[in-house]
C-alpha cells in the first residue's frame, strides 16, 4: 500500500510536470491535489499540515529543497520536466553521428515555463539601465534573453527572484566578462529585478 510520503512525492512529480515549472507554493500544491489527498485519507481532517509534513520528509530526502520563508519548494529529484529541455543546439548535436570527434557538453536544464513568466513580468526589453541593444525579431517581437542572476550551476534556481531579463551583448558580459565586471553587473541586475517584482 502506498504511505503518505510517496503519495505526495508522486503527486509533486505530476503537479510540476503538468505546469512545466519545478517550483510551487505550498498552498499552490495543496490547492490542486485537496481531493486526492482527501480521497486517500477521507479521516484525516488535518491535511494540510499533513501535506506540509510530507514535504519536509522530501526535503530530508534530498527530493524538495525549501526555498524560503513563504512555502516555497523547488522539486529536485527529477533530471528534466516536461516542460523543461535542454539547450536545443546540443540536442541538435547529439543525435548526429559525430565524423571525426566527439565532445562532452554539460548543460544545465532551462524551464521554460519560468522563461516565459520572466518575459510576462520583467518585459521584452534589457533591464540593464540605459541599455538601447534589443532589437526585432522577423515576426516583429522584441529579441531578449532570459539570465540567471546566479546561475542553476552554482546553486541558483528557476525562480522569478532569481532571472532578469537582458539583451545578448549584456548576456554575454555576465558570462564572459572580468570578474569585477561581472559582479558590478550582478549586482545592478538583481538590484533591478528586486524593485520590480517588490
Known sequence: ??????LVYQLV????????KRTFTLQEFYSAHEDDFKQFKPDNHHLL?????????????????????RGTYTLKGIELLKGEVEDEKVQE???????????LIETYA??????????????LYCLYPTCQNTFKKPNNEPYIEVHHIISLYEGG????????VICAHHHKMAH?????????LKTIL????????A
Do not use: H
Not at 500500500?1 to 510517496?6: A, L, N, Q, S, V
Not at 512529480?13 to 512545466?20: H, L, T
Not at 548535436?93 to 565532445?103: F, H, L, N
Open 157 to 164: 534556481e528557476d525562480a522569478i527572484w532569481n532571472l532578469i
Open 49 to 69: 499540515p499533513k501535506v506540509r509534513q510530507q514535504l519536509q520528509l522530501l526535503r530530508d530526502d534530498g527530493l524538495i529543497q525549501f526555498l524560503d520563508g
Open 93 to 103: 548535436i547529439s543525435i548526429q553521428t559525430p565524423e571525426k570527434r566527439e565532445y
Open 190 to 197: 538583481t538590484r533591478e529585478v528586486e524593485s520590480r517584482i
Open 176 to 184: 564572459f566578462a572580468d570578474s569585477f565586471t561581472r559582479q558590478r
Open 13 to 20: 512529480v505530476e503537479f510540476c510536470n503538468v505546469r512545466g
Open 110 to 123: 532551462r524551464n521554460r515555463g519560468w522563461v516565459k513568466e520572466a518575459k510576462e513580468k520583467l518585459g
Open 1 to 6: 500500500m502506498i504511505k503518505w510520503k510517496e
